[in-house]
């Protein structure tokens, strides 16, 4: 049947389209092995992980958020906040304060507490959500500067920074931390209630409410939880770079969203999963990775990022579901 | 029948007029200086640059759609400029707006032509912009010399009996751009497209074609007000006018056009960008410090926009 036969070759088709992000990796890996060989060393393969655990956590939120057909925007101030918050609570000199490790849950709580604010207003004042998060995102930003007034803050608990320096069989204690945030998404994606209905969402939002879906509890729910995941990833940060100050979420928004785009999940909603967002984080940093290896210039990255965004939704739109785009 | 003296179109169109002439009262009560003229003077040329990013993006906002690129593009024309001026003199500055128009056409085509949604497709602009002003400043902030400034941009920081360049440009452009609105058939579509998009489409215009048209307007604004960014601070960087996204929005949607399309105006844009300065004064004068007012301006842009945007239009807000 001609119907049948159409549906096999979109199958196909969507298998294919499936596994491209992974093909693009490996053949990322053997281009920038081939130009240079330093590439598969041992240290640099951990130099490489450790890049990765930072976005690693926060495309997990964000992921969940792109896949309702929402987006985030403020990633950078929920990030620059914990972050800040982070480094105000571990033994530093700025405050009297010496919470130690306590300070991460402390500011994964106060991610979370923006990410509410987040979801709460996108869905009960019904703004898209590109403008909420624009408006706290800034906001976020504007509370980490009102606190230190420019101040940066220099971290002095070595037990918090070994978070990011410590070891555990070689690699750094954030990759581990990473690897358990990517497995507390993807268990939440594919082993709950809420991971179901985020798909339901994406897919068709008005058929998800008919069929009993608790649409709005559940996107500010989302929003809640990549608030969650945005405020580890700044308490990474915190710890990686030993200070916290307010520009220190400064271009994570451009690698998330690069990350998550270019693993193949698409930006109408329903499509890709936060495995992706794994491969689609390797790709980012593989090729950032790369460019700094052949010499390129770190200021190059965000355009090259720009135009992987560009390429990546180019190619993953389903165009057959829109139509008006605005 | 005749419009009610109260309806919604009516407030919704004093509301911003009478927030401004409410907060500007409030702000001269604090501080009775900030009423003497000249200092109304300084204030306007202060808001000028502002304005001017946000009345190209006006047109954006009106189709429904937005332009997260401006910064981006402001902050490259004027490395564009302040890279050039010196050597080449008065033709940096044609230079400079035509990359930001370029910028604007770009950010048109990928999200027409390609079909991504307008704020992905500026975002991702914005980065390749960022990544051409560090190229054309070789990473740094690059001044502009008195004596070239003087010659080639006086016509954006000089001053004529009294009156700071600055407005000048803002009124022209205020009444240029406003004209374009109202009065030509470019327009007429751009308002069109933004209330009903189908019924546009149906009608046999080319659709596509007034977008990127409005996408490269709102790159040419943002180019501009690069270079008179630049002109004023004498010196270009690429991160020159970071900071200025969020505002030059609230502009327009404080000044009661709606992100979800079709009403708005640039006087509209006008008033809305003398409300976040008076606004951004008042702070100062009563202390709070310049970093904590992008929490106050963020919270502004929210209740603005839930409060002009028409739900009527969109079935899913997502």
Redesign the interface.
């Known amino acids: 049947m001609a119907s049948g036969s159409l549906a096999g070759q979109r199958n196909r088709f969507a298998r294919w389209r499936g596994l491209a992000p992974v093909g693009v990796l490996v053949l990322l890996c053997v281009v920038i092995t081939v130009i240079s060989p330093n590439f598969l060393s041992f240290s640099n393969l951990v130099r490489l992980l450790s890049g990765a655990a930072i976005p690693l956590v926060l495309v997990m939120g964000a992921t969940f958020v792109i896949l309702m057909g929402s987006i985030d925007l403020s990633v950078e101030g929920v990030v620059a906040l914990a972050a800040v918050i982070t480094s105000m609570l571990v033994l530093n000199d700025f405050t009297s304060a010496d919470l130690g490790l306590l300070a991460v849950p402390v500011a994964v709580v106060a991610g979370g507490c923006i990410g509410f604010v987040n979801g709460f207003v996108h869905v009960r004042l019904k703004i898209p959500s590109f403008m909420a998060t624009l408006g706290f995102g800034f906001a976020g930003v504007g509370v980490a500067t009102a606190i230190l007034g420019g101040f940066t803050v220099r971290i002095a608990d070595r037990g918090f920074r070994e978070l990011a320096l410590g070891r555990f069989l070689d690699v750094p204690f954030s990759v581990w931390l990473a690897g358990m945030a990517v497995l507390v998404a993807w268990v939440i994606q594919e082993r709950t209630r809420l991971g179901r209905w985020v798909y339901a969402i994406g897919t068709d939002e008005v058929t998800a409410k008919h069929a009993g879906v608790p649409v709005e509890r559940t996107r500010i729910l989302v929003f809640t939880l990549a608030g969650l995941f945005y405020g580890l990833g700044g308490a990474l940060a915190a710890a990686q770079l030993g200070q916290g100050h307010a520009l220190m979420g400064t271009g994570r928004l451009f690698t998330t969203i690069t990350a998550v785009v270019v693993g193949g999940t698409a930006l109408s909603g329903g499509v890709g999963s936060v495995l992706n967002s794994v491969i689609g984080v390797g790709i980012v940093i593989v090729l950032t990775n790369g460019m700094v290896l052949m010499g390129i210039p770190p200021y190059v990255q965000q355009g090259v990022q720009g135009l992987m965004i560009i390429v990546a939704v180019a190619l993953a739109l389903d165009r057959s579901r829109l139509v008006v785009v605005k | 029948m005749a419009t009610p003296l109260l309806s919604r179109a009516r407030v919704q169109n004093a509301l911003p007029v009478m927030a401004l002439v409410v907060l500007t009262v409030i702000v001269g009560t604090i501080e009775p200086t900030f009423l003497a003229p000249a200092n109304l003077l300084v204030v306007t040329a202060d808001t000028m640059t502002l304005f001017l990013m946000a009345s190209g993006v006006t047109f954006v906002i009106m189709?429904?759609?937005?332009d997260?690129s401006i910064q981006a593009v402001a902050s490259m024309t004027s490395c564009i400029v302040a890279a050039m001026l010196a050597q080449y003199g008065f033709v940096a500055v044609p230079v400079a707006v035509l990359a930001g128009a370029l910028s604007g056409l770009l950010s048109g085509y990928?999200?027409v032509v390609?079909?991504?949604?307008?704020?992905?497709?500026t975002?991702?602009?914005?980065?390749?912009m960022?990544?051409?002003a560090?190229?054309a400043s070789d990473?740094r902030s690059v001044p502009i010399p008195a004596e070239a400034r003087d010659a080639w941009l006086f016509w954006a920081t000089g001053r004529s009996l009294g009156v700071p360049h600055e407005i000048v440009v803002g009124l022209v452009v205020l009444v240029v751009l406003g004209g374009v609105l109202a009065l030509t058939p470019f327009g007429r579509y751009v308002r069109a497209i933004g209330s009903q998009?189908?019924a546009v489409h149906a009608s046999g215009i080319a659709v596509g074609r007034v977008k990127i048209l409005a996408f490269a307007l709102s790159g040419t604004m943002a180019g501009i007000a690069g270079v008179v960014m630049g002109a004023r601070l004498g010196s270009g960087s690429?991160t020159l006018a970071n900071e200025f996204l969020?505002p030059a929005?609230a502009c327009v949607i404080v000044g009661g056009t709606a992100?979800t399309?079709g009403v708005g105006s640039i006087w509209k844009t006008f008033i809305g960008a003398l409300t976040i300065a008076v606004v951004r004064i008042g702070m100062t004068f009563l202390g709070v410090?310049v970093?904590?007012?992008?929490?106050?301006?963020?919270?502004i842009?929210?209740a603005a926009?839930?409060l002009t945007?028409d739900?009527s239009k969109?079935?899913?807000?997502?």
């Open positions: 189709l429904g759609c937005i997260l990928v999200y390609l079909r991504i949604p307008s704020f992905i497709a975002l991702a602009v914005s980065g390749v960022t990544t051409v560090y190229i990473t998009e189908q690429p969020l929005i992100i399309g410090s970093f904590a007012q992008q929490i106050v301006f963020g919270l842009l929210v926009v839930a945007m739900r969109v079935a899913v807000v997502k």
